[in-house]
T-cell receptor
Framework: ETGVTQSPTHLIKTRGQQVTLRCSSQ?????VSWYQQALGQGPQFIFQ???????GRGNFPPRFSGLQFPNYSSELNVNALELDDSALYLC?????????????FGQGTRLTVV | GQSLEQPSEVTAVEGAIVQINCTYQ??????LSWYQQHDGGAPTFLSY????GLEETGRFSSFLSRSDSYGYLLLQELQMKDSASYFC??????FGKGTRLHILP
């Protein structure tokens, strides 16, 4: 148990729809990062939030957006879903900006777009 | 430039030692970390190297050589439960594609 909780665990959406994924960070952690992991691949960095501000973004289009709340929990929103968005979405929380500190991952949300 | 290269699969025998390598091209980064991920599970942190040299944490050790642009994870006294995928990670952004470790009894 890492103390990082993601919801929902599984989700099926139709192409073109919008989805919101949620992540509760570990107590005392102020940084949340989101990753997309396709089957058999390593996690791909989407973006990171530090104290409610976006603090780094990977090579993902603007239809991937996020929020971090005052309690440091976070949301990942994806608009206009495409079939290729089907993947495991992971969030990770850490104490600082995560460069040199351990990141704790949630169990992920398995998103299927049909 | 930013990618991390790992072997896709490694097979070893229970009780043995195995080394998983991670090579990279871009030199400017803070450190290299290693994560373990079982099928259907979340990645869990194993080890981190900010400086060159060996970091030891129980049965797992990690090594970094910036001059040679590579690092490795060393797993000793392999157990069946070590069967998993192992990822190297450069700073907070770049993960390797992972190495699937198969352990034979």
């Amino acid at each position: 148990e890492t103390g990082v909780t993601q919801s929902p665990t599984h989700l099926i959406k139709t192409r073109g729809q919008q989805v919101t994924l949620r992540c509760s960070s570990q107590s005392g952690h102020n940084t949340v990062s989101w990753y997309q992991q396709a089957l058999g691949q390593g996690p791909q960095f989407i973006f990171q939030y530090y104290r409610e501000e976006e603090n780094g973004r990977g090579n993902f289009p603007p239809r991937f957006s996020g929020l971090q709340f005052p309690n440091y929990s976070s949301e990942l929103n994806v608009n206009a879903l495409e079939l290729d968005d089907s993947a495991l979405y992971l969030c990770a929380s850490s104490k600082a900006d995560g460069v040199g500190t351990e990141a704790f991952f949630g169990q992920g949300t398995r998103l299927t777009v049909v | 430039g930013q990618s991390l290269e790992q072997p896709s699969e490694v097979t070893a025998v229970e009780g043995a030692i195995v080394q998983i390598n991670c090579t990279y091209q871009t030199s400017g980064f803070y450190g290299l970390s290693w994560y373990q991920q079982h099928d259907g599970g979340a990645p869990t942190f194993l080890s981190y190297n900010a400086l060159d040299g060996l970091e030891e944490t129980g049965r797992f050790s990690s090594f970094l050589s910036r001059s040679d642009s590579y690092g490795y994870l060393l797993l000793q006294e392999l157990q069946m439960k070590d069967s998993a995928s192992y990822f190297c990670r450069k700073d907070k952004i770049i993960f390797g594609k992972g190495t699937r470790l198969h352990i034979l009894p």
